[in-house]
């Protein structure tokens, strides 16, 4: 009983500070995306491609969640982009918290976009809002059908579901199908893209889409 | 600080049930197997193959593990062998409690080995003993060779790792001898297994050290 109060004070505490990232965030007309997955999913890749194909039209910030390493970080790096590392030491997930202090790293001013990439995990950092514009999750081809029913929380808090990989498409029995079907049924409203963040097939809907609603918050 | 009280707490309850799991399996001669990894890395795909290969030898038990579904435990008991479902309901790993319920529901007195599948995720299952002889965690060729650094302490704790999707190689920049010198490095004693569920290359060498774990506990 003990463990089920702490842990919904936890969330609780936790959408305090995100409403406040939300603030903030309004605030200063900056599109935030909170990219999630299973560990080697393809977030990073998917991120590099994203930067280098609209880093011309839009500026983007990064904040990169890690347990311990800074390898993705450095990734995001070597493109030029402001970048902040989190390592959660141990914790499975990022909170609001731990993000709003990544911000402050940030030059908030003259940002379009910030996507941050979420420690590699399909259970946890479902649970907790960063106080987003857009939960987006990543399901490469390779991690099998069923994961929409094993892990319905993700997929129904997603916003975007981005479908990497398809160019192992053929070498595995994976069904684009049967994946479009089920997203329709748990997340109805979600967008679903399905793309290669190594050959590039498909990365174009996916970032005229990410360029729209950017330009959106703009307006708003 | 009340956060990491508490957490270790429930480490502390965990271990003391991990203790009597142990107990419990050195009476019945019973080898433990607690197997994770991330989501579609493919678990039960080795866990199918396993029990097919050995079946005749050995008499399987096996856990089930997921958040929400019973569709791995249904692929299992299509193949005859006793399967207790354990759904947590949100939880994102196992603990020793949950499955010493589910060993209950197992016919201890007559199975040689028992292999529980965790819930598919690299980061929360390694903190939980769950009273294993053997933790056995998988990892895939398309989930990249950092995943070694980035998720330390299930490599660190995992007495084998079996690296799974090899026939996907081809088709990958997966290095299979840099992922062995990480794990030499990582986990100096851990043994290591290099096979493909899907064609059943390198299945036999996993198969023949299970059987050898299995029949050295009878005899302890």
Known sequence: MKKVELVTGILDANDVLAKQNRELFRNKKIFLVNLMSSPGSGKTAILERTIASLQEELAF?????????????????????????INTEGACHL??????KAFENLPMDNLDVIIIENVGNLVCPAEFDLGQDCKAMVLSTTEGNDKPWKYPLMFREAKVVIL?????????????????NDITEISPNAKFFALSAKTNEGMAEWCAW?????KEKKQQ
Chains 1, 2 share one sequence.
């Open 164 to 180: 990497n990989k398809i160019d192992l498409l053929p070498y595995t029995d994976f069904d684009v199908t049967q994946l479009e």
């Open 95 to 100: 909170d609001a918290s731990m993000v709003a």
């Open 210 to 214: 990410l360029k729209a609603a950017v």
């Open 61 to 85: 910030g990064v904040v990169e969640g890690d347990i311990y390493t800074t390898k993705d970080a450095e990734r995001i790096q070597a493109q030029g982009v402001p970048v902040v590392q």
